[in-house]
C-alpha cells in the first residue's frame, strides 16, 4: 500500500527539502513500519522522530488522518492504503 | 594571539573573538543546522579541543531531541555526523536526554561526553561517534543515583587525573549529580566512588559514601581537585585515600555551581557563590566572583568591573572557565545573558556580551 508522511518546515532538510514523501508498505503495515521505511530512505530523519529506544519523542505528535496516534496505538497504529501521515511538533519550545 | 569563547546559551551558539581579551567581537546565534531549528536550541555543553581545534557543541531541541554539532573552523560553519553521535545501547533501556560535558585525552581522537541519564560516553574519532563506557553504566551504585533539579548527569571529567601527581594514563575522574565523584585507574573498567568528607544535606546520612550532589570538579594544574558541593566547597590531593577537605571558610555562601582552576598556580581558584539551594540568587543580590591564592584557605571578593547594580543573574557549573593561556584568561556568563572576562595581568572583568540569552556554559582558547 501507499500512504504519504507529511513533514513539517523544521525536518524537510533531513528529507532532501521534501514535504510530501510517498512510501511504499506492505498492506497492514502499521505506522512504525511506515517510519521505517522513512527511515531506509532518508536516515537522519527518524532520530528527530524517534529516540534510540524506537519511542516517538514527547514533543513530536504523528497523525493517521485526523487522529494522533497515541490514542490510536502509538506506532502500533493501524495504516490504511492512501493514508496521510502527518508529523507535527507539539506545543513545546520556549 | 586571537581569543575565541564559545558560548552556549538556552537559546543557541554565540562566539565572540578578541586580540587582546579587553573588546570582544560577538557573533550568533551560529546556524547549526541548515533548518535552523537547532540553531534556537538549547546549548549545555561546549568543547574546545585542545590538539585538533575542532568546537563540539552538544545541543538539546525540545521538540526533535539532542545531538551533538561539531566545526573545525573555529565555530564558523558546524555539521552533524549524519549518525546520532551519542546512542544508548539498545539493551539499556535508555534514551539519551542531552549531553552535559566534553573533555579531552591526551590524544587528538579521545573525547569523553558526559550525559543525561547519568552516563560517560567515548569516542575514538574526534566526537564524531561515542560509545557508551560500560562499567560505570553498570555500577551496581547507579540505581541510587538520582537526578537533581537540573536533571541527572556525569558533568564533570578529567581526564588523566586523580589527584595531585603526573597524569596518570588509564585514569578519570567523573563527577555527578547526584551520585559525586567517582573515579577508574583502568581506563574505565572499573570505578570507585570517591566522595568521603563531601556532606549530602539531603540524606539522612550526611557523609555518605556516595550519592553527593557534587555540582563540579575542577583540577589544578598540580592535578589537586576544587570542587563546588551542593553546600560545601571542597580541596582534595588525593580524593580516594585522603577524603576531601572544607574549604569554605571566607566565601559568602557554600552553595555554588562553578568553580575554576588556574591553569598555572596550584593555590589559586575562582568560586561562584549562589545563596542556598532554595534562593539561587547571587549573594546580596550582588554579581560576584571570589578567588583563593592559598588553596582555599582564604577567599577575597574579585569584583572589579562587574556591576555594582543589584543583580539576580547566577554562574550555572559550566557557566565559567579558564582559557589556560600564560597569562591566563577567566570567563563567565550569568543566567541573565552577560559575559565577563578578566586576565591574570588586569585584574579587572571586562564585559564580552550582554542581553544574551542565558548563559548555559563557556569555553576558551587562543587560537
Redesign the interface.
Known sequence: MRVTVHLP??????ADGAAHVPVEVEDGTALGGVLDALTVRY??LD???R???G?L?R??NVFVDEDECRGAGGLSAPVHDGADVRVL??V??? | MTYLLVIGTRKGLFTARSEDRRGWEVSGPHRLDAADYASMSAVYAVGINPHSGRVLAGAESSHFGPSVWYSDDRGRTWHEPEAAPIAFPEDTGASLTRAWQFAFGDDPDTVYAGVEPHALFRSSDGGLRFELVRALWDHPHRANWFPGAGGGAVHTILPGILGAGERTPGAVTVAMSTGGVYQTRDDGASWAPANRGISAVFLPDEEPEYGQCVHKVTAAPNGVLYAQNHHGVYRSADPAKEGWTSVETGLPTDFGFAVVAHPHRPETALNFPVVSQEVHLPPDDRLGVYRTEDGGVSWRPFTRGLPEDPYFGIVLRDGACTDGADVPGFYFGTRTGDVYAATDDDGRWHRVAEHLPDVLCVRATEV
Request: glycine letters at 18%; a positive charge.
Open positions: 518546515g523544521l525536518l524537510r532538510a533531513d536516515p537522519g532520530r528527530r522522530i529516540d534510540e529506544r519511542q519523542r514533543y513530536v511538533p507539539s513545546a519550545g520556549g
